[in-house]
């Protein structure tokens, strides 16, 4: 079974750069899934971030496109998560997530991350 | 963008009693191969959230068959036919028709 595990620092400052990544284990990131990211500000509700095939192709959602990028290592069966210019705003539980093989939209996220919490304060 | 608007956002029920979330989108999630876009997932407390319902009504694996879901174009549904007290937590609807992929925004649902 797919699991998935989001590591990167806790505490980012105002215009400097958030960084995750995301371990994918009990499964290939070269499978026929999309890999995701979300992220849920405190207390609110669900955001999609991204998404990246292993092929390196993404696509990002319009609102964050300027400032995020998401890559893939296949070597090390993990993506990661770029974030440009952050203010508190940006503040949130980041959750990678996998999309279902097969897919053609990269939805269906049978498989999460615990989530990893975000602070962005100087 | 894609609304999603989730009806209602608060859901008191009881337990053994039936409980039903309505999902509406802005645009038809009725792709042309007849799939529907739609995934359910459910947030528990201080957990991620869970897979439920893709495509619309199919239940995801190890799902509870008291789980359903229904509806095609632009209104769905999520039903839960007898209301235990492991479901409480936080019910959103996703479309994945259209980049970018939009969640509604949640509705809690809390047992009496």
């Known amino acids: 079974q797919v699991q998935l595990q989001e590591s990167g620092p806790g505490l980012v400052k105002p215009s400097g750069t958030l960084s995750l990544t995301c371990a994918v284990s009990?499964?290939?990131?070269?499978?026929?899934?999309?890999w995701s990211w979300v992220r849920q500000p405190p207390g609110k509700g669900l955001e999609w971030i991204g998404k990246i095939y292993h092929s390196g192709n993404t696509n990002y959602n319009p609102s964050l496109k300027s400032r995020v990028t998401i890559s893939v290592d296949k070597s090390k069966n993990l993506f990661s998560l770029n974030l440009t210019s952050v203010t508190a705003a940006d503040t949130a539980v980041y959750y990678c997530?996998?999309?279902?093989?097969?897919?053609?939209?990269?939805?269906?996220?049978?498989?999460w991350g615990q989530g990893t919490l975000v602070t962005v304060s100087s | 963008d894609i609304v999603m608007t989730q009806s209602p956002l608060s859901l008191p029920v009881s337990p053994g009693e039936p409980a039903s979330i309505s999902c509406r989108s802005s645009?038809?999630?009725?792709?042309?191969?007849?799939?529907?876009?739609l995934d359910w997932y459910l947030q528990k407390p201080g957990q991620s959230p869970q897979l439920l319902i893709h495509l619309g009504s199919n239940r995801a694996s190890g799902v509870p068959d008291r789980f359903s879901g229904s509806g095609s174009g632009t209104d769905f549904t999520l039903k839960i036919s007898r209301v235990e007290a492991e479901d409480v937590g936080v019910y959103y609807c996703?479309?994945?028709?259209?980049?970018?992929?939009?969640f509604g925004q949640g509705t809690r649902l809390d047992i009496k």
């Open positions: 009990g499964g290939s990131i070269s499978s026929t899934n999309w």
């Open positions: 996703m479309q994945a028709v259209q980049i970018p992929l939009t």
């Open positions: 645009q038809s999630l009725l792709y042309s191969n007849g799939y529907n876009y």
């Open positions: 997530a996998r999309g279902a093989g097969g897919n053609p939209f990269g939805g269906v996220f049978g498989a």
